[in-house]
């Protein structure tokens, strides 16, 4: 997207979030209002001056003005995503919300079919790991013990240990995992 239309939408964003009128926003920032219209508009190119002014005014930092906003939400759909799988293709893990650096967490889409099973190393120390069944069953081996669980049931356990999935059912399991790497 061009420079001044990424400006005009973060200003019309910022405002819209805040509640801030263009004349409002023109005594903020020094700023003409016919001139904050335009540039709202995206019918206008902003000087570096002006984009200044309304950083500036806004009290938020000149690079937010100009980089591309992140939307309030983020829309997967499963076949957009490459399955890594594991067990001659019989466990596949669909990475929905992978690891990024301003969260601690990754969200995976599990499907086990049967007799498939996945041995685990340990995650990172202190990482943990959210699971819920959503159809099947699973057994759970975490060092010495052995879980069982059934559709809608669900796992919250310490992941920086060796554990195994297992589907010893006759059915696809599929479960929801959320690994939190705090």
Do not use: C
């Not at 499963?78 to 019989?90: A, H, L």
Request: charged share 25%.
């Amino acid at each position: 997207m061009e420079f001044h239309k990424i400006v005009a939408k973060n200003i019309y964003l910022y405002r819209k979030k805040n509640k801030i009128s263009l004349e409002q926003l023109s005594k903020l920032t020094g700023v003409s209002t016919s001139s904050l219209n335009e540039i709202e508009k995206g019918n206008t190119i902003p000087s570096i001056n002006t984009v200044w002014k309304i950083s500036n005014g806004l009290k938020l930092s000149f690079s937010s003005l100009m980089n591309e906003a992140e939307s309030d939400y983020t829309q997967v759909n499963k076949e957009d995503i490459v399955p890594v799988t594991e067990d001659g293709g019989k466990y596949r893990v669909y990475p929905y919300f992978p690891f990024e650096k301003s969260k601690s967490f990754e969200f995976f889409y599990v499907e086990l079919d049967p007799g498939a099973k996945l041995d685990s190393e340990p995650h990172l120390s202190g990482s943990e790991e959210s699971i819920i069944v959503i159809k099947g069953q699973l057994e759970i081996h975490l060092e010495s013990d052995v879980l069982n669980l059934n559709k809608r049931d669900a796992l919250r356990f310490k992941s920086d240990v060796k554990h195994s999935y297992i589907n010893n059912g006759e059915d696809v399991t599929v479960i929801s995992m959320v690994i939190d790497y705090q």
